[in-house]
């Protein structure tokens, strides 16, 4: 099992910047390939980004590439999205997931953090 908890939400105003955390606890972090989802009002949970277990490799939808980063730190069991550049079509709840390294499927998923842009 791993608890995910991720933190960082607020209101912003359009062109600000945040950034999220997603803390884990239980099995070993570094076991895991973690995502960033989001879901807006009335909307399906999308895909924003994800990275490997070792932040080798990282991937973002088109919607968010060149304004949000993913990170993670191992040692501190976090994983981090750097919003730039918001917009208040970012406005949803954002949730972090795990998947194991060998799996295709996010079986973990922490509680939500509401991100609300105004224009």
């Known amino acids: 099992q791993v608890q995910l908890a991720e933190s960082g939400g607020g209101l912003m105003r359009a062109g600000d910047s945040l950034r999220l955390s997603c803390a884990a606890s239980?099995?070993?972090?570094?076991?895991?390939?973690m995502g960033w989802f989001r879901q807006a009002p009335g909307k399906e949970r999308e895909f924003v980004g994800a990275?490997?277990?070792?932040?080798?490799?990282?991937s973002y939808a088109d919607s968010v590439k060149g304004r949000f980063t993913i990170s993670r730190d191992n040692a501190k069991r976090t994983v981090y999205l750097q919003m730039n550049s918001l917009k208040p079509e970012d406005t949803a709840v954002y949730y972090c997931?795990?998947?194991?390294?060998?799996?295709?499927?996010?079986?973990?998923w922490g509680q939500g953090t509401q991100v609300t842009v105004s224009s």
């Open positions: 997931a795990a998947r194991g390294v060998r799996t295709s499927k996010y079986a973990y």
């Open positions: 990275i490997t277990w070792n932040g080798d490799v990282t």
């Open positions: 239980g099995r070993t972090f570094s076991n895991y390939d």
